[in-house]
């Protein structure tokens, strides 16, 4: 058994649904959980004589962050390639420039990837180019990924090594850019497309995976996150994420969300060579695998996520498309729900949630007593009548409300017009609801930072100053919920996590403020004094 130990002299948000009446000031942990919470004087009776003492100073303590839709391993390993940002590169030239600069200093023939790369930041307002990239180079494979995820630009090197040409047909799930004359201009939308230009030279490097891994835990740490759900898991990063915690080294909580395309690999539906069952064999506190990520749509960004009215910028003519049409989607979704797994889909445009949503009530009538939360990822353009259909069917929602500041103005003055765009990301009306719900940064797609996230819920602000759909804006305490205990029910995991509660993981932050007496405009610079897991401290290290 370890030391008790004790923290006090603090100001403890419990996030409790039923809170003392006394307010919490320490508490103790034993073995990696809460042994008390309250007055030091209660603390100290439950904990041993010899517990260890920890003065916090008046800091505040909260629940860890849990950040339900990111990819880290994916982020890890991308900080190791060009960063395409428009904070690293604000204009085309600037990309071409960085990608000239890496091709110097690499073997020919060697691929090139960079990512970050958002058209409607840059100077020149528009898709990258094979034409673009060949100016970098054309000794060298170069991929660079859009900002989204989803789509990809590639010089004509990748175009011809993968032979997509003129004749090529449109894949299923994707769309490739064509020029008036009907050649490939390089862009890449959605994974069936972006599949047509994968780099199938080598499966993922073990030591990448680790490293980046790795990279990746410890700015989470940083930021408070202890727990995170990696939303798109491919075998291998599977077999990564099972290597570097067999070797201890995982110090976060990790819960993933298998690609639905790994429902058929052997191994995964139990009948590798161990034969236990690869998506049971993860699953202990510290590590396991949630569910089923199904992505049924693109992004709003670029014109690809679905919408039930056109987008406001293109006349009238396009409301994007589905990237798993309604029946195989329905299908999915019923197989995921009869093997007691919840489903995350992802639904940017409110087209796509109507199907996500047919195809749960579907899935539910079939099987009425698998009680699944199931969960909508992003939800960026919910409709009202959508929110009460969600509560009606018991389905959460994750909310990707960082939207509102990197691309509010653009979803308002271009992609979706003043009244879709003032209400995106409705995270009052899904709190208004009795939804489950959570916060989310979709790191890499903007960077991990939950307290900037909540301040982005409490103030609604965009990037230009312009405050959006102010109704839509919630308390400080609801921000919160949406990174602890609400969030911990939106995975089924309140009864272990996302409050200070006697018997819950002791996996809490310390923080410099108050976030629920800080000027909301102040909320984002709050300062994460330690991040403590089970426990331990993970942050500082």
Aim: charged fraction near 20%.
């Amino acid at each position: 058994m370890t030391t008790d130990r004790i923290y006090r002299n603090a100001t403890v948000h419990t996030m409790a649904l039923q809170p003392s009446a006394t307010p919490a000031t320490a508490l103790a942990c034993r073995d990696g959980r809460f042994l008390a919470v309250g007055t030091e004087e209660e603390v100290r009776a439950a904990a041993s004589a010899d517990a260890e003492v920890v003065d916090l100073g008046g800091a505040t303590v909260v629940p860890g962050f849990i950040e339900t839709h990111l990819h880290p391993l994916m982020w890890g390993m991308l900080l190791a390639d060009v960063d395409a940002t428009s904070e690293a590169c604000p204009s085309i030239e600037a990309v071409v420039e960085a990608i000239r600069v890496r091709a110097a200093s690499t073997p020919a023939g060697e691929a090139i990837n960079a990512w970050g790369f958002d058209d409607s930041l840059v100077a020149e307002d528009r898709a990258l180019t094979a034409a673009d990239l060949d100016r970098a180079t054309t000794a060298h494979p170069v991929r660079v990924r859009h900002l989204s995820v989803h789509a990809e630009y590639v010089n004509t090197l990748v175009l011809q090594q993968c032979g997509v040409t003129a004749e090529t047909p449109e894949p299923a799930g994707g769309h490739i850019v064509r020029d008036a004359s009907g050649q490939p201009t390089g862009e890449l939308q959605e994974p069936g497309a972006m599949a047509l230009v994968a780099d199938h030279s080598q499966a993922m490097a073990p030591d990448a995976a680790r490293a980046g891994l790795l990279r990746a835990q410890q700015r989470m740490a940083e930021v408070g996150v202890t727990s995170f759900h990696d939303l798109y898991v491919t075998a291998d990063m599977l077999q990564a994420y099972r290597a570097v915690h067999a070797a201890g080294e995982l110090r976060l909580r990790g819960r993933l969300y298998v690609g639905h395309h790994l429902l058929d690999d052997a191994e995964l539906d139990g009948a590798g060579a161990d034969g236990a069952g690869a998506l049971e064999a993860a699953d202990d506190d510290q590590l396991r695998v949630g569910g089923v990520k199904l992505i049924s749509d693109g992004s709003i960004q670029l014109h690809t996520a679905a919408l039930s009215e056109p987008y406001h910028d293109l006349g009238g003519c396009s409301c994007g498309s589905m990237v798993i049409p309604a029946a195989p989607l329905a299908a999915l979704v019923e197989r995921v729900h009869a093997g007691s797994r919840q489903v995350a889909v992802h639904t940017n445009g409110d087209l796509a949630i109507d199907h996500a949503l047919d195809a749960i009530e579907q899935a539910q009538a079939g099987r009425p007593d698998e009680q699944l939360h199931h969960r909508l990822e992003h939800v960026q353009t919910l409709r009202e009548d959508q929110v009460q259909r969600m509560a009606r069917l018991g389905v959460s929602a994750s909310i990707f409300v960082n939207h509102v500041y990197y691309w509010g103005d653009r979803h308002r003055d271009r992609f979706l017009g003043p009244d879709r765009g003032a209400r995106i990301s409705p995270v009052a009306s899904v709190a208004r609801a009795g939804i489950r719900y959570a916060l989310h940064c979709d790191c890499p797609v903007t960077p991990v930072n939950p307290l900037f996230t909540m301040a982005t819920a409490v103030t609604r602000r965009t990037r230009q100053g312009a405050v959006l759909g102010p109704e839509q804006a919630v308390t400080p305490r609801q921000a919160l919920a949406g990174y602890t205990s609400s969030a911990a029910a939106l995975a089924g995991e309140d009864a272990v996590k996302g409050t200070i509660e006697v018997g819950k993981l002791a996996d809490f932050v310390v923080l410099g403020a108050d976030p629920l007496a800080t000027d909301p405009a102040a909320l984002a610079d709050v300062p994460v004094l330690a991040t403590v897991v089970g426990g331990r401290q993970v942050h500082p290290a």
